[in-house]
């Protein structure tokens, strides 16, 4: 089978950096993905490990360790606009097409 | 590209009553995937199409759920014989590739 933990919430400043934890176990994997959801709004991708190391896109780096079955996201430059919730998601190498299992999310309240 | 749309964005049914949701994907998008998705919860798969063929359903909850994509483009999603339980909102998305998906706005339903 397959899970995921991440912290349920998150509080940090405007202009602030925050990272968001995520370990998973799985039978097998291919890599993990990060996507925001805003209140009310559909799911956005943000990133994506397929390889260990970090991937940065603007403000916003992730980070896979496979030996540890770990993950992160961090956000730098904190903006009001980041208060959302954050998924990781796993695809395991046995998910034909590329099923993706989402973890419970992270709540992040940015403050002024 | 307008995006993947979802109708109806609301449907509200008494239990019992049959359902059906309608997903336009990204148009060169192969490939298209339901979730269903309760509060403060991740997107929890459904059931999978590459192009027309149903290639993953293991996600669907039970015989009362089933989903069709006879051209490789709309999809619809089908609930038979609804249950409180159902209540949910259901999110339709696309991609072609396995990890980067589009998510719809979905379609809030609530039984009765």
């Known amino acids: 089978g397959q899970s995921l933990e991440q912290p349920s919430e998150v509080t940090a400043v405007e202009g602030a950096i925050v990272q968001i934890n995520c370990t998973y176990q799985t039978s097998g994997f291919y890599g993990l993905s990060w996507y925001q959801q805003h209140d009310g709004g559909a799911p956005t991708f943000l990133s994506y490990n397929g390889l260990d190391g970090l991937e940065e896109t603007g403000r916003f780096s992730s980070f896979l360790s496979r030996s540890d079955s770990y993950g992160y996201l961090l956000l730098q430059e904190l903006q009001m606009k980041d208060s959302a919730s954050y998924f990781c998601a796993v695809r395991g190498i046995y998910n034909q097409g590329g099923k993706l299992i989402f973890g419970q999310g992270t709540e992040l309240s940015v403050k002024p | 590209d307008t995006g993947v749309s979802q109708n109806p964005r609301h449907k509200i049914t008494k239990r019992g009553q049959n359902v059906t949701f309608r997903c336009d994907p990204i148009?060169?998008?192969?490939?298209l995937y339901w979730y269903r998705q309760t509060l403060g919860q991740g997107p929890e798969f459904l059931t999978y199409f590459n192009y027309e063929a149903q290639q993953d359903k293991s996600g669907l909850p039970n015989d009362r759920f089933s989903a069709e994509r006879p051209e490789g483009s709309i999809s619809t999603l089908t609930i038979q014989r609804t249950e409180q339980r159902d209540s949910a909102m259901y999110r339709c998305?696309?991609?072609?590739?396995?990890?980067?998906?589009?998510f719809g706005p979905g379609t809030r339903l609530t039984v009765t």
């Open positions: 148009s060169e998008h192969n490939r």
């Open positions: 998305a696309s991609s072609s590739s396995a990890y980067e998906q589009y």
